[in-house]
Antibody, heavy 120, light 107 residues
Framework: QLQLQESGPGLAKPSETLSLTCSVS??????????WGWIRRPPGKGLEWVATIDYTGRTYYNPSLGSRLTISVDVSRNQFSLRVTSVTAADTAVYYC????????????WGLGTLVTVSS | EVVLTQSPDFQSVTPKEKVTITCRASQSIGSSLHWYQQKPDQSPKLLIK???QSFSGVPSRFSGSGSGTDFTLTINSLEAEDAATYYCLQTSSLPLTFGQGTKLEIK
């Protein structure tokens, strides 16, 4: 059974860089046709797709978040990560990591989420 | 960007009622529409994939229909455990987008 678990700092200061990691167990990040990504939910708001990386290493980003995002994979650790630069209060959210299999498919496995608060 | 608009935003319902939630896309997305249920402090759970296909392990009272721009999630004979927020997601084109959510309250 595939399991995903997010880890992050909990609190970040405005203008800092936020780093989040998703640890994957019960499966490999190099699986053919697998896409790994991040979705967030700001408090009191709905879900927002953030970024995805596919099994070839190709990356996809939500343009509404500008050029502040970097998603990457560490195959040796079976982890993938998200970096968000120049964070503001608007980046406060529960961040979920998730997987979907195949282009244009649904997210089927999700982590439990990690809350990140941006505040001075 | 495909904008998904759900209705209603909120609904208060009694057990055993039938509930219908709609999701309208700003342009045609074929059947690339999926429904999720999210309860407080939990991650979203997939209910329906590709508009009408039930996901493994989901109770049969949940069903979906539609294609193109208009989609529906139906919950037959609502149970107390169905209190949650429901989201639609389109995967037809990037950026992936969600509807704003429909909160179901059980009376």
């Amino acid at each position: 059974q595939l399991q995903l678990q997010e880890s992050g700092p909990g609190l970040a200061k405005p203008s800092e860089t936020l780093s989040l990691t998703c640890s994957v167990s019960g499966g490999s990040l190099t699986g053919s046709s697998d896409y790994w990504g991040w979705i967030r939910r700001p408090p009191g708001k709905g879900l927002e797709w953030v970024a995805t990386i596919d099994y070839t290493g190709r990356t996809y980003y939500n343009p509404s978040l500008g050029s502040r995002l970097t998603i990457s994979v560490d195959v040796s650790r079976n982890q993938f990560s998200l970096r968000v630069t120049s964070v503001t209060a608007a980046d406060t959210a529960v961040y979920y990591c998730a997987r979907h299999r195949g282009s244009g498919s649904y997210w089927d496995y999700w982590g439990l989420g990690t809350l990140v608060t941006v505040s001075s | 960007e495909v904008v998904l608009t759900q209705s209603p935003d909120f609904q208060s319902v009694t057990p055993k009622e039938k509930v219908t939630i709609t999701c309208r896309a700003s342009q045609s997305i074929g059947s690339s529409l999926h429904w999720y249920q999210q309860k407080p402090d939990q991650s979203p759970k997939l209910l329906i994939k590709f508009a009408s296909q039930s996901f493994s392990g989901v109770p049969s009272r949940f069903s979906g229909s539609g294609s193109g721009t208009d989609f529906t999630l139906t919950i037959n004979s609502l149970e107390a455990e169905d209190a949650a927020t429901y989201y639609c997601l389109q995967t037809s084109s990037l950026p992936l987008t969600f509807g704003q959510g429909t909160k179901l309250e059980i009376k």
